[in-house]
């Protein structure tokens, strides 16, 4: 009785963490209509990030925050150009907000993807 028990307990878990697997699974290569513009998405949000950092530590050194032009000139960092995305930053005293515009021609990829002071990212 006890290995059965056992048995039907591992059979459970087993079948929840594949359940969870997937719909993680999912959520990454549901990223527009084709596997290029889900690895375009992806490299798109490190770049974010990344620039979002850029801009961390040069408000940390200068007291406010940069341009996008300011960053790529200031040699923190070297934001790529990507085909099908253009990137901008919107800075007040507060805070900043980096958006990159989609212009490609897949249908399902996001059309601006971005990301604040907080580090928060937001597509739409």
Same mark, same amino acid.
């Given at each position: 009785?006890?290995?059965t028990l056992g048995l ?12 969870v697997y997937t719909r993680q699974a999912q ?12 690895? $375009? ?5 490190? *770049? ?20 996008? *032009? ?5 040699? *923190? ?28 021609? $897949? ?8 990301? $604040? $002071? ?7």
């Open positions: 009785m006890g290995r039907i307990s591992v059979v459970i878990v087993v079948g929840i963490g594949s359940y959520s990454v290569t549901s990223i527009g209509s084709n596997p290029e513009t889900t690895v $375009d998405v992806l490299a798109v949000r490190n *770049d974010l990030m990344a620039i979002a950092n850029a801009e961390r530590r040069y408000w940390a050194t200068n007291a406010r925050y940069a341009s996008l *032009d300011e960053v790529r000139t200031s040699g *923190d960092i070297e934001v790529p150009n990507r085909e099908a995305f253009t990137y901008s930053v919107e800075t007040s005293d507060t805070g900043f907000r980096i958006v990159a515009s989609y212009s490609g021609s $897949d249908p399902g990829a996001p059309k601006r993807i971005s990301v $604040d $002071d907080a580090m928060r990212m937001t597509t739409e």
